[in-house]
């Protein structure tokens, strides 16, 4: 009498079959996971789209927020007292602001009472006499209460400084649109030297230094207000 030999089936390698809640589970993951790919796709194409919607100038102030500035110490120190006006070197200079919309460029004095210019033009001349006058009061009024809710933006003076020795300025509008709310904001590539920088007003340049900054102005019904001052990275040396 023949025996039959029995296999037995080895439990390890058995394989039992997906029951239905399994099978549903498997199925929620998988469309989670397509679902997140698919929203990382969006997120990147919508960053994508968002950046190269924005003005070659509006993409500089993104690229410079990360750069950092220097910050150097400075051989003049401050003097509070001194009458910038006095200085005959910095009477010889170019203290004239030049300003550039498109095809047309004007000279304004800083101190012309006499002209009516355009707005733009005007806010500027007021901000740079401020500056050079070393009217901080003044000066801070410049800035929509946004600015310094922004930290991209470039760091303000916290404190009164003197008055300052700047020449050779340039403005020059790049960009001008309106917003969702209607409101007019308007882009300015702008530029100065120091004579004699003591560093209370910026610390990132020295004499004879350009670092240009990118200004964007808000135009409201109370005026013209600066919501952002981003630097650009490069130093032209004269």
Known sequence: MKMKKVTQKNPSTHKEPLTQE????????????IVFVLLLIAVAAVRFAWNHTKSPLEQEYLAAANEPLPAYSYIFEPDFEEDIFQDETYLRRDRDMIFTSGAQTIRVALDDTEHVFA??????????????????????????????????????????????????????????????????????????????NNGTFRNDVRDGQIRP?????????????????????SIVVS
Not at 156 to 180: A, C, G, R, W
Not at 213 to 233: K, S
């Open 119 to 196: 707005e733009d033009i005007t806010f500027f001349q007021q901000y740079f006499s401020a500056v050079v006058n070393g009217d901080y009061e003044t000066y801070v009024s410049f800035f929509d209460d946004s600015y310094a809710n922004n930290e991209d933006n470039m760091r303000l003076p916290t404190e009164p400084f003197t008055m300052q020795k700047i020449y050779d300025i340039s403005v020059e509008m790049k960009s001008s649109s309106y917003n969702e709310n209607g409101i007019q904001e308007a882009y300015y590539l702008v530029s100065y030297k120091f004579q004699d």
């Open 213 to 233: 900054l990118a200004f964007q102005v808000c135009f409201y019904n109370d005026g013209p207000l600066i919501t952002q001052i981003r630097p650009h990275v």
């Open 22 to 33: 399994k099978k549903k589970l498997l199925r929620r993951v998988i469309v989670l996971l």
